[in-house]
């Protein structure tokens, strides 16, 4: 060590602390040996407390205000040190900063589903998550417990063990609370303080209190939420028989729409009906015709088959019925030649095809008589 650093060390003889981050809830004061001049300067400020800490031991803890270090300010240092009244020379000690106020808006959440039941739904799964606030209660029993010699502790080391505390708590509180599910979102605000009031035990054990927690969203499955989404349209839907009809005044009005034009000319149809069939006021008259039967279409067509014929090796065609009459009219077409058609099972004889069969039995009607 320079002598330049050893007289800073010896003759700087204030000790305060300004912190300029978010998230630093303990700092360590550094000093050359971690000697500190008898006599020297200690500020607190409001939302600060310092803990002394002497060859490995807790000693005297300050609340915001400014203090010199003398025996009669340091009681407990005093008697580990068995300092007399007139004790002048630099002491070593290390001195922790510790911040008290509300550390805010730090998150937790469930990392996995948790099973309860529903008395409407049966066993459900449900997630959660929201916020909540710290602050250190006792700065002894933070140091003692959480700290130990860290120089420099922020909420990133202690965030963790404190959400899987909300969350046993959490899990534990919900699961016995009997609420339904529909109804948890109105009951936020009062299960946040219960499970704050239900970690408080655990909390002061590390010199912590949580004066803050709040819960901003319980959900269900995605599954789950789909068919409360689906009973939820059934129940805006109402009479399912009006929510029909108003459908299909809606598709009317779309332009364009040629469902919807089909759907007013049925429906403009069926109206009309109803109207001729209705007096004056919606009267029903006295002798109502009844409506006409409407008539049947007809079947459709028989399909025209096409033939094709096979002779001395070779395929001629296609040729309609009406071209086998005629060549079967002038012996171009008998009972032996082969014929075929789409759809049918190979080649076959003219005469055992009923459909040409009759080609061949047509005879002249009988003579007139005396003739």
């Known amino acids: 060590m320079g002598i330049f650093d050893f007289l800073s ?33 200690l500020t607190v400020r409001e939302g600060q407390a310092a803990v002394f800490v002497h060859e490995g031991q807790l ?22 040190q068995h300092w007399d009244h007139g004790f002048q020379s630099p002491f070593k000690s290390e001195i922790y900063f510790v911040d008290t106020t509300r550390f805010n808006d730090l998150k937790w959440g469930t990392k996995n589903p948790i099973m309860l039941r529903d008395p409407e739904f049966g066993p459900v799964r449900i997630r959660a998550f929201g916020t909540y606030s710290v602050r250190v209660a006792d700065a002894a029993r933070f140091l003692s417990e959480i700290v130990g010699t860290d120089g ?8 963790f063990q404190i959400r899987n505390i909300i969350v046993q708590e959490f899990s534990r509180v919900i699961a016995g609370s009997g609420i339904p599910v529909l109804d948890m979102a109105a009951n936020t605000a009062d299960l946040g303080r219960v499970i704050a009031q239900a970690m ?12 803050e927690l709040y819960i901003e969203n319980i959900s269900l499955p995605p599954a789950v939420e789909k068919a409360m989404d689906t009973r939820t349209s059934r129940g805006i839907a109402g009479n399912l028989d009006e929510h029909m009809k108003y459908m299909a005044a809606e598709a009317l009005s779309q332009p364009g729409n040629g469902m919807g034009q089909a759907m007013g000319m049925g429906m403009g149809a069926g109206l009309g009906m109803q109207m001729a069939n209705t007096g004056p006021w919606g009267a029903a008259p006295q002798a109502a015709a009844p409506a006409a039967a ?53 080649w076959q004889k003219a005469g055992d095809v009923a459909e040409l069969a009759q080609l061949f039995t047509i005879l002249p009607p009988p003579p007139p008589p005396g003739v």
């Open 59 to 80: 000693a005297d803890v300050f609340t915001p205000g400014m203090y010199m270090l003398e025996t009669n300010n340091m009681p407990i240092m005093t008697t580990l």
């Open 152 to 159: 420099e502790f922020t909420t990133d080391e202690i965030s």
């Open 9 to 41: 060390g010896e003759f700087i003889d204030v000790i305060h602390w300004v912190d300029d981050t978010r998230d630093t809830m303990v700092w360590r004061f550094e000093r050359e040996g971690h000697e500190i001049k008898y006599g020297a300067k």
């Open 200 to 211: 408080e035990g655990t909390i002061a054990e590390y010199g912590l209190s949580i004066p």
């Open 294 to 346: 409407a008539p049947m279409a007809p079947p459709p067509p028989p399909v025209e088959h096409v033939w094709h014929v096979a002779e001395n090796g070779a395929t001629k065609g296609p040729f309609s019925k009406a071209d086998l009459g005629r060549m079967a009219a002038d012996g171009g077409l008998t009972r032996e030649t082969h014929v075929w058609t789409p759809g049918q099972d190979g």
